[in-house]
């Protein structure tokens, strides 16, 4: 029978594994402590000298990323209809600045519902900029106006998808036939890869009743900006080539950020729109202002993030959602995503049984029938 070794040559045998694994756990808990501080981490977004366009860029988010974004050494290009706002954003920035001497500001007035408008925006980009397309495209126009689906007129339903599907959609359009337009080898540049971001909300990944104007338009901009993350690899791909073929002047990549409240004139405008039913089932949410928000994204954007939230419960709705999109990190995510589905099990008859019980207690919102075809004012006051 083998003698079984002593308990003191037990201990000498283990001291150098023991102390190889203290070494190993050492190593990986300072590289997972770095990585989340960004130690060794390439900035994906870098913006000083670059050219961004920033549509809505005249109040609540809008504003916040152009001033941050002037603050960081871009030059910045604004565009919404009202000039005043767009002025005196401009005026924002140019105090904002991190080098005034050399930073540039611009503004165009557009309605960006319309197709041919979001072109001639493009157009005066690239004169104002030499005759080079924008660096960065960031898509913020856009309003809700909420209410239950048969309560409101279906032509502000229709202008919902205006506002906030098609000024999204246009913008990508004009801006992606700027910068997918092939360029033969002899005028190939280095350029530095470009950036189109989507601004959509958390409703595009969780139903709240009383968004149904609104929600249906964000969801299409998540599904265009997946297509469309997928479409331009085709785009990248020929870029690799562009010593050999024409190719697009730069690599693209597409982003979209899903924000939960935001504390703007926009939102003070709907909360005044908003059923009491609505602004219970959105408890949870705890508004961000502009700025939180506008910092929180550039962030996530330098760390090459795709699917971009701002706070917990925005990451958790995202978790349930995430369906067939890029994923950021695929552990991280894979395992939000699980969690989140578990999460969701209570969320979704939580939702519809408040709902019930609503109707119970308070009866139909409509008792005086419903309003007529007649479309309201639905732009937030300047
Ligand atoms: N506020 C919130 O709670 C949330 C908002 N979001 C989304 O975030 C984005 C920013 O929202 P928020 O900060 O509230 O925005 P604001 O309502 O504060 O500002 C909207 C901006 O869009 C411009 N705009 C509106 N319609 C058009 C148009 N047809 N053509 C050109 N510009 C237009 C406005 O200027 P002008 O009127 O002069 O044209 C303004 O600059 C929007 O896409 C919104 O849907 C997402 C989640 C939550
Ligand atoms: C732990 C996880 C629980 C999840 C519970 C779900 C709660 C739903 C909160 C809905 C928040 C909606 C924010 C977007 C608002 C928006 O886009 C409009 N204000 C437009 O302007």
Excluded at 263 to 276: V, Y
């Amino acid at each position: 029978m083998p003698q079984l070794p002593s308990l003191s040559s037990l201990y000498e045998l283990s001291t150098p594994t023991l102390g190889i694994s203290v070494f190993v756990c050492t190593v990986i808990i300072a590289y997972t402590i770095a990585k989340m501080f960004g130690f060794g981490r390439k900035n994906e977004f870098p913006v000083e000298g670059r050219v961004v366009v920033i549509t809505g860029g005249s109040d609540g988010m809008g504003r916040a990323v152009a001033t941050n974004l002037a603050g960081r050494g871009a030059h910045v290009v604004v565009v919404a209809r009202t000039v005043s706002k767009l002025q005196s954003t401009v005026e924002d920035m140019r105090r904002a600045a991190m080098n005034s001497l050399k930073q540039r500001f611009f503004y165009i007035s557009a309605d960006l519902t319309d197709p041919a408008e979001c072109d001639r925006v493009i157009a005066e980009v690239t004169g104002w900029n030499y005759g080079a397309g924008p660096d960065i495209v960031w898509c913020c126009a856009g309003f809700c106006h909420p209410g239950f689906f048969t309560e409101v007129p279906i032509s502000v339903q229709r202008q919902q998808m205006d506002t906030v599907y098609w000024t999204a959609a246009n913008t990508a359009h004009s801006t992606l036939r700027n910068w997918l337009a092939p360029v033969p080898p002899s005028a190939q540049m280095q350029n530095p890869r470009r950036h189109l971001i989507f601004t959509c909300s958390t409703l595009a990944f969780t139903p709240i009743a009383g968004y149904g104007p609104y929600s249906p338009a964000k969801a299409a901009i998540r599904s265009l900006s997946d297509t469309l993350s997928q479409e331009i690899e085709m785009y990248n791909g020929a870029f690799t080539q562009r010593h050999r073929n024409s190719a697009p002047a730069a690599d693209v990549k597409i982003h979209t950020i899903f924000p939960m409240g935001i504390l703007s004139g926009g939102f003070d405008n709907e909360q005044k729109l908003k059923p009491e039913l609505t602004k219970m089932l959105e408890e949870a949410d705890k508004p961000q202002t502009p700025e939180e928000v506008a910092q929180i994204s550039l962030a996530a954007l330098e760390r090459g993030e795709y699917l971009i939230t701002t706070m917990f419960v925005g990451n958790v709705m995202k978790g349930t959602a995430l369906g067939p999109s890029p994923r950021n990190a695929p552990i991280g995510d894979t395992i939000l995503s699980w969690l989140s589905n578990l999460v969701f099990l209570q969320v979704i008859p939580d939702l519809r049984n408040k709902a019930f019980n609503w109707g119970k207690t308070n009866g139909l919102p409509n008792a005086g029938g419903f309003e007529d075809e007649t479309p309201e004012a639905t732009t937030p006051p300047s």
